[in-house]
T-cell receptor
Framework: QQQVKQSPQSLIVQKGGISIINCAYENTAFDYFPWYQQFPGKGPALLIAIRPDVSEKKEGRFTISFNKSAKQFSLHIMDSQPGDSATYFCAASFTDKLIFGTGTRLQVFP | NAGVTQTPKFQVLKTGQSMTLQCAQDMNHNSMYWYRQDPGMGLRLIYYSASEGTTDKGEVPNGYNVSRLNKREFSLRLESAAPSQTSVYFC????????????FGDGTRLSIL
């Protein structure tokens, strides 16, 4: 019940397209859902986060959509750019737990 | 601004050897964490320190020990390294707790032969 399932494992998108990464969870106690971006050889960096009292949060080209009843949340990257090529991790937290998904490697081609 | 600094960046050990991974942050954060990252498994929390003077086990603590030396520094020790501990280790810090943005270091790549 503490897993966070992330899909797809890898994603190839053309420049200007929309990248969509999905995550699902079981434990309804999770109450904080961040997304992290990681470039090769670097540590992850927080991209955007959402709490379950809102259904959507947008920051620039990045949007989190949250469906509490389905226990799913997703990251949408609009107008994807080659500089967005990285690995993306969703995560879910409650009390003293932060559980990460297994990651999605995004490649954006010009 | 250095942020979170980890040393060393790379290390090769033989089975049974011991070593300590060092981590320091200069953001005056209260909470610090150690994760390991393995292919296809995301990041898993090994130990964390919610505040200076406290440490707690995470998801995968077996084979590791930690020390919160002061507010800035949080070290991870492998007493008797095993090949299963080959991984990339990340230290992170946050102002207070897991629901605040975590700032990660660039990792230590550890191979155990």
């Amino acid at each position: 019940q503490q897993q966070v399932k992330q899909s797809p494992q890898s994603l190839i998108v053309q420049k200007g397209g929309i990248s969509i990464i999905n995550c699902a969870y079981e434990n309804t106690a999770f109450d904080y859902f961040p997304w992290y971006q990681q470039f090769p050889g670097k540590g992850p960096a927080l991209l955007i986060a959402i709490r379950p009292d809102v259904s959507e949060k947008k920051e620039g080209r990045f949007t989190i959509s949250f469906n509490k009843s389905a226990k799913q949340f997703s990251l949408h990257i609009m107008d994807s750019q080659p500089g967005d090529s990285a690995t993306y991790f969703c995560a879910a937290s409650f009390t003293d737990k932060l559980i990460f998904g297994t990651g999605t490697r995004l490649q954006v081609f010009p | 601004n250095a942020g979170v600094t980890q040393t060393p960046k790379f290390q090769v050990l033989k089975t049974g050897q011991s070593m300590t991974l060092q981590c320091a942050q200069d953001m005056n954060h209260n909470s610090m964490y150690w994760y390991r990252q393995d292919p296809g498994m995301g990041l898993r929390l090994i130990y964390y320190s919610a505040s200076e003077g406290t440490t707690d086990k995470g998801e995968v603590p077996n084979g590791y020990n930690v020390s919160r030396l002061n507010k800035r520094e949080f070290s991870l020790r492998l007493e008797s390294a095993a090949p299963s501990q080959t991984s990339v280790y990340f230290c992170a810090s946050s102002s207070q707790g897991l629901k605040q943005p975590q700032h990660f270091g660039d990792g230590t790549r550890l191979s155990i032969l």
